[in-house]
């Protein structure tokens, strides 16, 4: 079932489901398959494709980023403030901002320097971990 489902997902949640013989490739298949929106700036852009080349190669990374560009279902966000609500991880400041200036759904991660965001009441960021993911966007799988 397609949903209008709007998530920010970490790179390492991202890195981890590329491959196609990853336990975790149903997220990679799943945003191909447009059961959910992703939403990215130019900064997750490039962390990203960062990440991705020194994992796999720069050729992958290239790939990976021009699939992204050219899905329908992920949609660009404009930041226009920042946060900074990551105190231990400065990095990961870049999705919570996106994730509020996109009303996403969540952010999907395993780090735990997100978990910092249950106890700040504003703004609400929603956070949620791959199983969590899973149960909402592919309870039948």
Not at 20 to 39: A, M, N, P, R, T
Not at 47 to 59: C, L, M, W
Not at 60 to 75: E, Q, Y
Not at 123 to 141: A, G, Q, R
Request: overall charge negative; proline content about 3%.
């Amino acid at each position: 079932m397609k949903t209008n489902r709007r998530f920010v997902i970490d790179t390492n949640v991202l890195l981890v489901s590329i491959s196609s013989k990853s336990q975790y490739h149903w997220i990679f298949q799943g945003l191909i398959h447009h059961e959910f929106e992703l939403v990215i700036t130019t900064d997750i852009l490039s962390e990203y494709e960062e990440i991705i080349s020194d994992k796999y190669s720069a050729t992958v990374a290239r790939n990976v980023i021009r699939t992204l560009l050219l899905l329908p279902n992920v949609i660009q966000a404009n930041v226009y403030y920042n946060w900074n609500l990551i105190q231990n991880d400065r990095d990961d400041d870049k999705f919570v901002d996106c994730a509020i200036a996109s009303n996403a759904d969540a952010i999907v991660t395993n780090d735990k320097h997100f978990n910092i965001l249950e106890n700040i009441s504003f703004p609400p960021v929603k956070i949620m971990n791959v199983s969590e993911f899973k149960t909402l966007c592919f309870p039948l799988s």
